[in-house]
């Protein structure tokens, strides 16, 4: 069996354009061309350019450069196109990594020993199914059941985690969504999980899929769009964004920046300026599989085949430095000048390299969770947050949502309760992240922007999963 998969591992491999109908196989995240963008950077250079970003040194402003360019080269390196084909259509870079199921436990017969763990490599492999959000559904433990679940009525974004090749590897080697080995490592003493290399990569991506029963005209979509967040700190969900734009799958509409803020239901209020081709965001067709696994998972759904799925928001954290780079997209009708918590110099440092619909996204990025920054170990909850947050995944959080929230102070260095949402930090949310088999009271939970320590004694009893809470809430 091991022999037959690493010979079919060989002969994959070695193929070099796969055809539709063969295995789809996971690729390393490309070089995009992009200059002075280099992957994996050295950990010392990136937390240079924190360290001179945070200490605002004369070498502030380069090192804001360097670090929304290294984002930037990561956004077009993984939404390059491949040459492989699912469903009559390419599949981008990250359309071909791995999700947390496919590198799942295949239990041992006895069950007594580790479960052996490989990651898919099936002929049978697909595009990912889409689903709902662990983080949308309920927490880490019972305490945290329906802590982020979504407000009933609101429309539902849907999609999936992954892990780049090297990510995967990682956890299949080390077996990390085995409850049976992270009890092991805990019972051993361990205070966290072996630590990803390097060239880890990992990703949230979330999709609003088009169902054709819900086009006005049957061509027109209305898309909720962020125009900033809310005058005062709140939970603030898609279906409070003040506009709309219009999602033509027919491809028609001039929208350039324009958004239709009386969002009329039944498409009375669309013009052709807040009217946008569905080509101008990253989609695909659903398949015949697709609509079949996703109306069986979400009951009433009704999707079919040939409904778009559009790609709304992503977020992508990779290893380079211990507490990992974070950066987040999001679909913009204005992507020259895009809302906070992007802005238009983000966007004006947009690489050449950077084409077609992935263009049209924002980008908010953090390196860290507060300015000055602070160690990994030893620091306080001190200085200005760092607000960085997706709009169609995180904005909806209230309190309730973040229940290790802290006070602290806002980016512009005012007070500020940082416990909802639009004041969250990537960095501050995961650093927490911990198994808890035993559910103890006093371990890390969700929280708005603050600074964690790395050793904070609410760790205690827990295994530290080097900031990827996905791994505790999918390991079985
Ligand atoms: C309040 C907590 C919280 C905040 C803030 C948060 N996340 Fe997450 N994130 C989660 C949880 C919980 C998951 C687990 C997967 C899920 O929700 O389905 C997750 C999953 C992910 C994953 C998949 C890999 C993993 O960690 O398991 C990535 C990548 C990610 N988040 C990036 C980001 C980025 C980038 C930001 C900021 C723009 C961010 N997250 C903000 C809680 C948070």
Not at 79 to 102: C, I, M, S
Not at 310 to 331: D, K, P, S
């Amino acid at each position: 069996m091991r022999y037959n998969r690493a010979l079919l591992l060989l002969v994959l491999g070695s193929l070099p354009i796969l055809r539709a109908g063969a295995a789809l196989t996971a690729v390393a995240l490309p070089d995009p061309g992009v200059p002075g963008f280099h992957f994996p950077e050295s950990e010392a250079t990136i937390l240079t350019w924190v360290n001179d970003l945070g200490s605002g040194s004369p070498g502030a402003a380069a090192a804001s450069d360097n670090i929304t360019r290294h984002g930037w080269g990561l956004w077009t390196a993984l939404t390059l196109e491949t040459a492989q084909v699912d469903n009559g259509e390419r599949l981008r870079v990250f359309e071909t990594w791995y999700t947390p199921q496919e590198i799942d436990p295949q239990p041992g017969p006895t069950g007594q020993s580790v479960p052996a763990r490989s990651i898919n490599i099936s002929a049978a492999r697909h595009r990912a199914p889409l689903g709902n959000f662990v983080q949308f559904e309920h927490g880490l433990d019972p305490r945290d059941r329906d802590l982020l679940a979504q407000p009933s009525g609101s429309e539902t974004v849907f999609g999936y985690v992954k892990f780049d090749p090297t990510a995967a590897a990682h956890v299949a080697a080390q077996q990390l969504l085995s409850t049976v080995s992270l009890n092991k490592l805990l019972m051993g003493g361990a205070q966290g999980i072996p630590a990803f290399p390097s060239t880890a990569l990992t990703l949230k991506s979330a999709f609003q899929i088009i169902s054709s029963r819900k086009l006005v005209d049957g061509r027109y979509y209305r898309l909720n769009v962020w125009s900033g967040p809310p005058a005062t700190p709140q939970a603030w969900a898609p279906y409070q964004w003040p506009g709309v734009v219009w999602i033509d799958v027919k491809g028609g509409g001039s929208g350039s920046g324009q958004i239709d803020t009386l969002a009329s239901t039944d498409g009375g209020s669309r013009t052709d300026q807040t009217t946008y081709p569905v080509s101008s965001m990253i989609n695909h067709r659903i398949s015949a599989m697709e609509a079949l696994q996703f109306n069986r998972s979400q009951p009433g759904s009704d999707i079919e085949p040939g409904d778009y799925a559009v790609l709304v928001a992503m977020h992508v954290a990779g290893r380079e430095i211990a507490r990992w780079t974070w950066q987040t997209f999001w679909w913009s009708p204005t992507p020259d000048d895009p809302q906070a918590p992007s802005s238009e110099a983000t966007a004006a440092a947009r690489p050449a390299q950077l084409q077609g619909a992935p263009r049209n996204y924002a980008m908010s990025i953090g390196y860290d969770m507060t300015t000055p920054g602070q160690p990994n170990t030893g620091g306080q909850n001190a200085g200005a947050a760092y607000f960085t947050y997706n709009p169609y995944l995180e904005a909806r959080f209230g309190v309730a949502n973040l229940p290790d929230s802290m006070p602290g102070n806002d980016p512009s260095g005012r007070p500020s309760a940082n416990n909802v949402g639009v004041n969250c930090n990537c960095m501050s949310c995961h650093v927490r992240a911990n198994y808890n088999p035993n559910n103890l009271a006093t371990a890390p939970r969700y929280a708005g922007a603050r600074y964690t320590d790395m050793n904070d004694p609410q760790f205690a009893g827990t295994l530290q999963v080097d900031f990827l809470w996905s791994l505790p809430e999918i390991a079985q």
